[in-house]
């Protein structure tokens, strides 16, 4: 088992920026070793939809959406991913989740991003 903690969230004004963390922890020696880490968003009433990954080079991936304004990075513990928001938009309000593969998917418990105009 995985569990994904993520923290950062919070309310902030359209043009602000925030950074969402997410530490990763394997309950047992026998959890495979952490995959690729990502973060997704869900807005109300809408589908979750992905945000960004980060690669084993350390190399982001992002969605048109947030490109150019969004950043992930790894912490020095690799098991710590960050997204680091910046041009915060009404539209980026949501649930960001924290997900992460080992073996099978793992998802953490959300934090809530909220962008007022």
């Known amino acids: 088992q995985v569990q994904l903690v993520e923290s950062g969230g919070g309310l902030v004004q359209a043009g602000g920026s925030l950074r969402l963390s997410c530490v990763a922890s394997?309950?047992?020696?026998?959890?495979?070793?952490?995959?690729?880490m990502a973060w997704y968003r869900q807005a109300p009433g809408k589908q979750r939809e992905f945000v960004a990954t980060i690669g084993p080079s350390d190399t982001g991936d992002y969605s048109d959406s947030v490109k150019g304004r969004f950043f992930i990075s790894r912490g020095n513990e690799k098991n710590t991913i960050y997204l680091h928001m910046n041009s915060l938009k009404p539209e980026d309000t949501a649930v960001y989740y924290c997900?992460?593969?080992?073996?099978?998917?793992?998802w953490g418990q959300g934090t809530q991003v909220t962008v007022s105009s």
């Open positions: 394997r309950s047992a020696e026998t959890t495979p070793a952490l995959g690729p």
């Open positions: 997900r992460v593969f080992a073996g099978t998917e793992f």
